[in-house]
Each structure stands twice: as structure tokens, then as C-alpha cells.
């Protein structure tokens, strides 16, 4: 999938976290922003560095960790 290129993990940026590549944005940071609502227009404007593509990377990874792991709710 050519979204996920845009995922880089990275022990000397941000501890190792999935981060936007070229950015020090976790993805963790965009998907609380949806999680609390924010559409993808604010992220925009709250994260200029990021383009509309990364958000799509962003769920697109999320979706795949979905599947990986089961977690008692």
C-alpha cells in the first residue's frame, strides 16, 4: 500500500513512534485529533507540514493495527 510510505518509525525521532514521514508528527496525534472530532481541514490548518494524504496514511495504518490486534473492550 503506497500510504503507508508515508509512515516512518524511527528510534531517534520521537522515542520511535509512527511518525508522518519528514515530520516529527506522531500519527497517534492525528488520529486523537479525529477521535475528539477535529475535521480534516483543522488538522490541515492546525498542521501545516502535513497534506491531506498523510491523514488518508494516517487511518490507513490505524486500519491495519485494527486487524493485528484484538482488544477486550
Known amino acids: 500500500?503506497?500510504?503507508l510510505k508515508r509512515i516512518t518509525t524511527d528510534?531517534?525521532?520521537c522515542h520511535g513512534a509512527a511518525c508522518i514521514a519528514g515530520t516529527r508528527i506522531p500519527v497517534?496525534?492525528?488520529l486523537d485529533n479525529?477521535?475528539?472530532g477535529s475535521?480534516?481541514?483543522e488538522i490541515l490548518k492546525n498542521y501545516p507540514?502535513?497534506?491531506p494524504a498523510d491523514i488518508d496514511a494516517t487511518l490507513a495504518y490505524?486500519?491495519?493495527l485494527a486487524k493485528e490486534e484484538h482488544l477486550a473492550l
Open 28 to 30: 497517534s496525534v492525528i
Open 49 to 51: 507540514s502535513l497534506s
Open 34 to 36: 479525529l477521535a475528539a
Open 1 to 3: 500500500m503506497s500510504l
Open 11 to 13: 528510534p531517534e525521532v
Open 62 to 64: 490505524a486500519a491495519l
Open 39 to 41: 475535521s480534516r481541514e
